[in-house]
């Protein structure tokens, strides 16, 4: 006689680390192309997420972006992360333009004691979908970007982290006065992500 078991998805901390550190490479490459930061034609389609997305083929922003997630990754399972930042820049002045603000929030009972939480991965997938949806739709509420321009990531930790060379002290680059839009949040039981992104308030600037 057949039998159906039911079974849950366990999530350890290296799991949920892998999972956030993969969605922050797919959500850069998704700001960058749809912010026009560089030419459409640099992009390769992908399947992701149950989405269409888009790829930099770039060889420098694809490095670039790859070492950032394995290094956010490793602080991440070390529950040394607190915020990554995508800010946003004019090649010409370096003025911030845009912040896209990723806070995380870790269980510390996980970190401390390596115990796994329960929840399903289909559940995650959908909760990253939507961030994901908001960003492609990023465009619709966002002001133009009609300067080049360049990026940049900021990562905030723990004070006790041992930051590689290859990443140096720096300014939050602020933006004064900015608008702010609060994007939906994903949360793997053990690393809760929340999305903001900020930019420049033109209108401020006129008044």
């Not at 057949?2 to 797919?26: C, H, L, N, Q």
């Not at 979908?129 to 940049?152: G, H, N, W, Y």
Request: glycine share 4%; proline share 3%.
């Amino acid at each position: 006689m057949a039998s159906r078991t039911a079974t849950k998805d366990i999530i350890t901390i290296r799991g949920s680390a892998a999972i956030v550190g993969e969605f922050f490479g797919y959500a850069a490459n998704s700001i960058l192309y749809n912010r026009g930061v560089y030419p459409e034609e640099s992009f390769a389609k992908v399947k992701k997420y149950g989405l269409q997305l888009l790829l930099t083929q770039d060889e420098g922003v694809k490095t670039f972006i790859s070492n950032l997630t394995a290094q956010l990754s490793e602080w991440l399972e070390a529950g040394k992360l607190q915020r990554m930042v995508l800010v946003i820049m004019s090649k010409a002045s370096g003025e911030v333009l845009e912040r896209w603000n990723f806070s995380v929030e870790t269980d510390s009972e996980v970190v401390e004691k390596g115990v796994s939480r329960e929840k399903s991965d289909k559940e995650i997938m959908r909760e990253i979908q939507a961030i994901m949806r908001q960003i492609i739709s990023s465009v619709t509420f966002l002001p133009c970007l009609e300067e080049p321009c360049v990026f940049d990531v900021l990562a905030y930790t723990d004070t006790d982290v041992a930051v590689p060379f290859t990443w140096i002290e720096s300014d939050p680059k602020l933006i004064a006065n900015p608008h702010m839009v609060k994007l939906h949040s994903f949360d793997t039981k053990i690393h809760k992500v929340d999305t903001l992104v900020s930019y420049k308030n033109d209108e401020w600037d006129e008044a």
